[in-house]
């Protein structure tokens, strides 16, 4: 497998220096790890000084880092580095990877009542329930349910073990039992979405779940009923969003933070890992809560006065008030 | 798809005011967004101006808001509109969804020393293994493991992708290795038992794992080895319970909260979303453990000074010391 | 299903005190629930009193409790009771289960450019991917996928649900879109590592994922792309592992913790359940970071404090100085 730097640049453009076009490329690979037959990338200028440690038959670098990649060696001279190493990477996926066939498995359970683009792919032992609908150019990787009338858009890739359409979580109390709420609704997921392994997106109660074009979910994400998940929205590995909440485009979520039901993220909130979301947030930004991990002994005795925080303050305030009536006495 | 009124008061009871039997109803629908030809409901006092407001062609209404929902238009009266509207639903359900047929997928593998009543349903590609029962009226989804021995009850509804009877995570350390020991118990599931998707409860050690009747447990839930679970438990997603917890019945857990191992919930525990309890809870009531989520900026202070509360806590005691002292000087 | 105490300590060792080898045993039980025909064991000296209650035909001590024990009945003394019990269930196991059998299940999907062990089982409705290597004496239980050039050592257990090679999270953001990077890497597990139900493995971006010997996963962990996991390091139910983490060997990471990205953790850190790794940790030792557990209304309390915790800190600090100048005035 390989392939040479004048595939490369014809393919994606940007500048090459210092090799020709028929330099051969073995791998693509990070700065530090990088050897003679490797093309690499410096997408953080902070990384500068491992550039010029690197070993790269090649780097991938945007115009302000030229000269000092010329003085390394062979570079590639492109806008944005990073997304130039993307956009390597699928070319490098291209060239030699197996293509991915259209059609579906023969060990895949269809429903006759679905629609399956001809272009979409449905791995081995995937389900497609009756009514649901697959879109061009989508890849069902193997083990995915769609459940009845969920729609996938184009160019989706959903990986294994992904679960569209479970019944969202809705009981109603009588008598200290849970009677069933039947949902009623689907999952509508837009265009070019990429749903991670052993992610679950709920069927809505009585409207649909819906995922717009371009979000990315990790693995072992939770999306609940009737929940709203804006354009362009990543989320990380295990991330739970409750029923109902409405999340803008353009938001991040960070691995293992749980959003409760009914919220509204307004656009651009980027929320911390492990953070638990409370409250609507309606301005963009960075927003965190978690418990700052330390040595469990020092975490012992910081978590215990936690509980007394509260009347710590009244304490605070307490001695505040005395200090305030010493001083005017000793001013009198 | 559709339904008249006197289709559903004839079915659930309640009393129809200001609209006929035949008035046909074509959705069920949240009260804001409920157009003409809908049903909706108001479970909650706090919406009546919403109920003033809706579109519905009918609501469902406690009989202490007869007379506000009747200046608007038509309503159903009944006891509890929620459990009302759940029933309507079930109602919607049963007459517009293809009947869910009983019996075993031909893409299933059930291994011939399994029981299946002839009322269940086994989907496409799931897996119950040797000595497993599926009670009468239950319900297996796609892609469904149940493990050797485990027994599901009656009425019950697992989701695609739950896995039951799992090893559970047991290991003797030894020299600095993990020795494995074998999980010899089965899980034992309830009657009218729902498990969400992706959902994963482990076998036991030596005894089983027990899910009481009733219970309901949301999407990518972790119970560990020899959980004991109540009647009526609901938890939400991305809960974990770790091996041996005892959680009494009607306790509920909220979503992407951790109940470590070992430890005892009374009945009527509730436990808030992503609370970690670290100790047994012997009183009915409320229980939260979270930090507060706030502006990054605002979090990063507050979370560095949190390491050093304890030492925080001894400055007060010393300035409470001294002021005391100081103050008896000056009442000297 | 029965075993003579002969067949144990023959198989085992230990020494068999009051009791004769044909002594037959009708399971293993823990030491409260154990009746007469029964074998338990003491494994924390702790629980001496549940051994003297105890109605276990036989109980497995240490040399220590020799006296103790035999002043109540039977037992096999052994250096590690722990250890010595965890041998007996796979003893017990292995002359009463099912053997299982190598060989790849009928419905299991098979690229026949997979390598499959002749003595490895693939369970039903399994897909091993074109390059996937599976090794001796492992076993895959239903539904799991090993994805394409993964590779899985030897005696290895993958629970259902499990997913090996699905896609790391890796994009480039270009113009409030998200470019994919292709994953190139593959997963690559050692020897003896057993992984939980519905865990997810992320194939490596350049390089691979590597899961080192003797590691043992629960149910429903999520690994991110490029980490490593050293040597007999064990993480429990609903942990998630952010890209390139490297985790030292014989670490211990509690359920529901979350590493984030690029961490380093040294050997034996042992993390509590349900904290959040926020930096690296280069030295051994018990680290913890949750929000204590409380009744909600004094959690509500403090929380709201919480957010007011440095400003607290500044409070204190101006109160130190006023006392200070005062006490110095008094001084004067």
């Known amino acids: 497998m390989s392939l040479f730097l004048g595939q490369i640049v014809g393919a994606l453009g940007g500048t090459l220096e210092l090799a020709g076009s028929d330099t051969e490329i073995l791998r693509i690979a990070p700065l530090d790890s990088a050897g003679p037959g490797d093309l690499s990338f410096l997408s953080n200028p902070r990384y500068q000084q491992q550039l010029a440690a690197s070993k790269a038959a090649c780097v991938i670098v945007a115009p302000a880092m030229r000269e000092a990649a010329m003085q390394r060696g062979a570079c590639i001279v492109a806008d944005n580095p990073y997304v130039y190493f993307a956009r390597a990477t699928q070319l490098w996926k291209r060239l030699h990877a197996r293509a991915v066939a259209a059609g579906v498995h023969p060990s895949a359970v269809v429903d006759p009542e679905a629609v399956v683009d001809p272009t979409a792919y449905v791995g081995p032992l995937c389900v497609v329930e009756r009514g649901a609908r697959i879109g061009a150019g989508t890849q069902l990787k193997s083990r ?20 569209l359409g479970s019944d969202g979580f809705g009981f109603a109390p009588e008598g200290g039992a849970w009677v069933k709420i039947e949902q009623l609704g689907a999952v509508r997921i837009g265009d070019d979405v990429e749903i991670g392994a052993n992610t679950c997106i709920d069927r809505g109660a009585l409207d649909d779940t819906v995922i717009e074009d371009g979000v990315k979910l990790d693995n072992l994400v939770q999306i609940g009923h009737n929940v709203h998940v804006g354009r362009h929205v990543a989320m990380a590995g295990c991330v739970g969003v409750a029923g109902s909440a409405q999340i803008g485009a353009h938001c991040t979520v960070g691995g293992g933070a749980i959003v409760l039901g009914h919220l509204q993220l307004a656009e651009n909130v980027h929320i911390s890992a492990a953070t638990v979301v409370t409250r609507s947030l309606n301005k963009p930004g960075v927003y965190t809560g978690m418990f700052p991990v330390d040595e469990n002994t020092k975490w012992e005795k910081n978590a215990a006065t936690l509980k007394q925080l509260h009347s710590l303050r009244e304490r605070i305030k307490a001695l505040e008030q005395q200090q305030q009536q010493g001083s005017k006495i000793g001013t009198q």
Chains 1, 2, 3 share one sequence.
Do not use: K, M, N, P
């Open 144 to 163: 995915v349910t769609v459940g009845e009338d969920c729609i996938v858009g184009a160019r989706c890739i959903l990986h294994s073990g992904v679960v």
